[in-house]
């Protein structure tokens, strides 16, 4: 619970945690990733950017209102003495060489009816809010997928290198008995120079196996944004062999869950409705445009003995005005729009057909690559244990002289790729089946422990 609100609270401290602790659950991956990965922060902020958009469509649908003034001072140097001058209509008779002119103004603007262009563009703008969510998901979702593969990927390293591990300290053991045996003369030192190079062979795949460990993190430390150089590494969940054994779900019932839950259908469907109001918003651009204003004025000026707000309630104009606007001709415009929004629909439609035929191939991808591994990790399992027993009694018999180096090598060499195999089928079958109920219901479970 503690850790819990700490990552609630303190993401960095939660890292921080993690890393002392140097063991990140496929739970924590995901979560993490969801808090911090650049993309999906990237992807929030456009989402924000559109609900802006949003609101200021909604905002545009009511009038607008507007204050103004200005002032300005004049100077006639000329002027005599009984001389009239005219200031907002009115006789003014002074003798000031200097004035002051002072205007208020307050108006309003609204639209009245423009075919719904500024409802439908309401619409489209909370389409286009909904697809920016949409989109998020579709990155959230992809960001999953990655981390699931690569986890399962060092889980399988990880293994792999236990395995070479084991390899390694047989291959020694045998160097060991070989050196013995030509010290009392029941080997020659060329075989002996067999076993070395097989011993430091063994040293190389468990070399590369780290290797291709490591590279793994740092592909995982990527998604999850971290560029710490403390430690880091995974835990080791078990993944039993019923994990592996479970049976494979239809084609069919995983394709019809992806249907309703994959982020990039829902996706084309906000797309195709968008195609949609784009064509009535098209098509409005031919009705009449009814527009309204109103405004209120007043002003001063210094060239008269009256007080400013006797001046202000004397001057005071007001007015409202209608106008109407009906489009005759705009040089195919409105043609050239309308036409362009049924194309975007066409695309929009074959957009949808293009993605739900790529999520039926990796459905399918999935669905036979779980099948044909599931398949190959029970035939592994046979050939593993057959294979090592094969190899106890080889490694018995070349002890006591009855089997030379090459047929040890042999079936050692069987026995490595026996487990490897095992272990690659064992993963990829696990790793496919996860992947099939993902794309089904639409969660990726980390907690692999209570699959």
């Not at 995983?254 to 098209?282: C, D, N, T």
Request: aromatic fraction near 8%; proline fraction near 2%; charged fraction near 20%.
């Amino acid at each position: 619970m503690r850790k819990r609100l700490l990552f609630l609270f303190l993401p960095q401290l939660f890292c921080t945690s993690l890393s002392e602790a140097q063991t990140w659950t496929l739970d924590d991956c995901l979560r993490y990733a969801m808090e911090n990965n650049i993309s999906l922060g990237k992807a929030g902020v456009t989402r924000q950017t559109a609900a802006e958009t949003t609101r200021q469509s909604k905002a545009q649908v009511l009038p607008s209102l507007s204050f103004s003034t200005s002032h300005s001072v004049a100077y006639t140097p000329w002027l005599l003495d009984g001389t009239a001058t005219v200031t907002d209509g009115r006789v003014e008779q002074s003798v000031d060489k200097v004035s002051y002119n002072g205007q208020y103004s307050l108006s309003a603007n609204w639209t009245v009816w423009n075919g719904n262009r500024n409802y439908n563009q309401v619409r489209l703008n909370a389409l286009a809010e909904q697809q920016a969510l949409i989109d998020s998901i579709m990155t959230a979702r992809n960001i999953e997928e990655q981390i699931m593969q690569l986890y399962v990927q060092i889980l399988y390293t990880k293994e792999a290198i236990s395995v070479n591990k084991a390899t390694l300290e047989a291959a020694k053991l045998n160097e060991q008995r070989g050196s013995h045996m030509v010290d009392v003369g029941q080997m020659s030192r060329a075989d002996l120079s067999l076993l070395t190079a097989e011993r430091a062979q063994d040293e190389y795949n468990v070399v590369e196996a780290e290797s291709q460990e490591r590279n793994y993190k740092r592909q995982l430390k990527e998604l999850l944004q971290l560029t710490t150089e403390e430690p880091f590494d995974i835990a080791m969940p078990e993944y039993t062999e019923a994990m592996a054994l479970e049976p494979v779900p239809a084609l069919a019932t995983v394709y019809s869950g992806a249907l309703e839950s994959r982020p990039e259908l829902k996706s084309a469907m906000l797309s195709l409705k968008s195609a949609e109001v784009q064509g009535r918003i098209a098509r409005a651009q031919r009705m009449p445009t009814l527009s309204m204003t109103a405004s209120v004025s007043a002003g001063t000026n210094s060239l008269t003995d009256e007080a400013w707000a006797a001046q202000m309630k004397a001057n005071v104009r007001s007015g409202a005005s209608l106008s109407l606007s009906v489009p005759l001709f705009d040089q195919r415009t409105t043609r050239t729009a309308v036409n362009k929004a049924k194309l975007q629909r066409q695309d929009a439609e074959l957009e949808i057909r293009n993605r739900q035929t790529a999520l039926y191939s990796t459905i399918e991808n999935y669905w036979i690559q779980a099948g044909n591994y599931q398949k190959q990790y029970v035939a592994a399992k046979v050939s593993t244990q057959s294979a090592q027993d094969s190899y106890d009694l080889l490694s018995e018999q070349f002890a006591v002289g009855l089997k030379n180096i090459v047929e040890l090598q042999d079936g050692k060499t069987r026995l490595l790729s026996a487990r490897q195999s095992e272990l690659q089928s064992k993963y990829m079958t696990i790793l496919n089946l996860r992947m099939l109920a993902f794309y089904r219901n639409g969660v990726m479970s980390g907690d692999t422990a209570e699959h």
